[in-house]
């Protein structure tokens, strides 16, 4: 059902991407890229700690005018997300370290208001689909014999563990530049909660830096 809705809301976007191409109003369409900074938040599990995990993002836009000074802008692109977790075990004897790694198609839907001619804010929901989900790293066990450190590397599929649909609010801002370049920067607020069927209330946090062509 979720994924109905999804795809349902994206024949939306570009829908009105068609409408736009044969009305009179002046739309733009571009690419866009560039770095991710996420973290999950964990507000249940103090043997958790999450840090801040490097990915990226690239995909395409349509700005459509509403007004004056005012446009929406929908998005899809291709997010890679997640979190550095450290998971100590009840006794203390082992600590697994590994990097939770989720990825999303994700379409932003922003209403955009222009502060000047090359200065615009921006505000609007956040839609996504998960693609994938896999825990990559190590686990550090103390032997109790010898007391040596033992390390064992694991790669799981953990996309039974996370939620198919994520809805967030983002907002942000952006700066046209010269040769229709423009740079932008933009913080994503997880609203619901990710994990399946675990008492762990996770949720995304993502800061973006994006750079793009308008055509």
Excluded at 15 to 20: D, E, P
Aim: hydrophobic fraction near 40%; glycine fraction near 6%.
């Amino acid at each position: 059902m979720k994924k109905r809705i999804f795809v349902a809301a994206t024949c939306l976007i570009f829908s009105v991407s068609a409408w736009a191409q044969t009305s009179k109003s002046e739309f733009t369409i571009g690419l866009k890229g560039g770095y991710n900074l996420s973290k999950l938040s964990d507000v249940s599990h103090l043997s958790l700690k999450n840090k801040s995990l490097s990915g990226f993002h690239a995909g395409a836009f349509v700005e459509l005018p509403i007004t004056k000074g005012i446009s929406l802008q929908p998005e899809l692109l291709y997010s890679t997300q997640g979190s550095r977790v450290e998971a100590t075990n009840a006794d203390g004897s082992s600590v697994d370290k590994y990097d939770s790694r989720i990825n999303y198609i994700t379409l932003p839907v922003l209403v955009k208001v222009y502060l000047t001619q090359r200065l615009s804010v921006e505000a609007g929901p956040q839609f996504a689909l998960l693609t994938q989900a896999h825990a990559d790293g190590n686990t550090y066990k103390i032997d109790d014999v010898s007391e040596n450190v033992n390390i064992n590397k694991f790669k799981h599929n953990i996309k039974d563990q996370v939620e198919n649909f994520d809805f967030d609010l983002a907002v942000g801002a952006s700066y046209k530049l010269p040769l229709n370049l423009f740079v932008s920067a933009r913080y994503v607020w997880g609203v619901k909660d990710i994990a399946k069927n675990s008492d762990s209330k996770s949720k995304n946090q993502l800061f973006q830096l994006s750079a793009g062509l308008r055509f």
